[in-house]
């Protein structure tokens, strides 16, 4: 599930701490902080099932390759071993 996070300019966040610095004040809560500076996690939306859709052959090619290097990994391994005597 892919979140937007909504970030601040860096103008705001200037404006901000300069606000801030003349208060004199505590600093308030993180999340009244986010309120004030527009900084939020928006649901996902439509276009992100597209996204996901699209990146699913990526997932499959490296759920391959992954596969594959295992595969070798215990081909290698199974050369290694010392043959035993038959009878």
């Known amino acids: 599930?892919?979140?937007?996070?909504?970030?601040?300019?860096?103008?705001?966040?200037?404006?901000?701490?300069?606000?801030?610095?003349?208060?004199?004040?505590?600093?308030?809560?993180?999340?009244?902080?986010?309120?004030?500076?527009?900084?939020?996690?928006?649901?996902?939306?439509?276009?992100?099932?597209?996204v996901q859709f699209c990146l699913l052959p990526s997932a499959y090619g490296r759920l391959a390759a992954q596969l594959a290097q295992i595969a070798l990994d215990w081909a290698c391994a199974a050369a290694r071993l010392p043959s035993r005597p038959r009878d």
């Open 1 to 50: 599930m892919i979140h937007h996070i909504t970030h601040p300019t860096k103008e705001q966040v200037r404006a901000y701490m300069a606000e801030r610095e003349l208060a004199r004040r505590p600093p308030p809560a993180p999340d009244e902080i986010r309120r004030r500076l527009g900084w939020r996690l928006d649901p996902p939306g439509a276009d992100s099932a597209l």
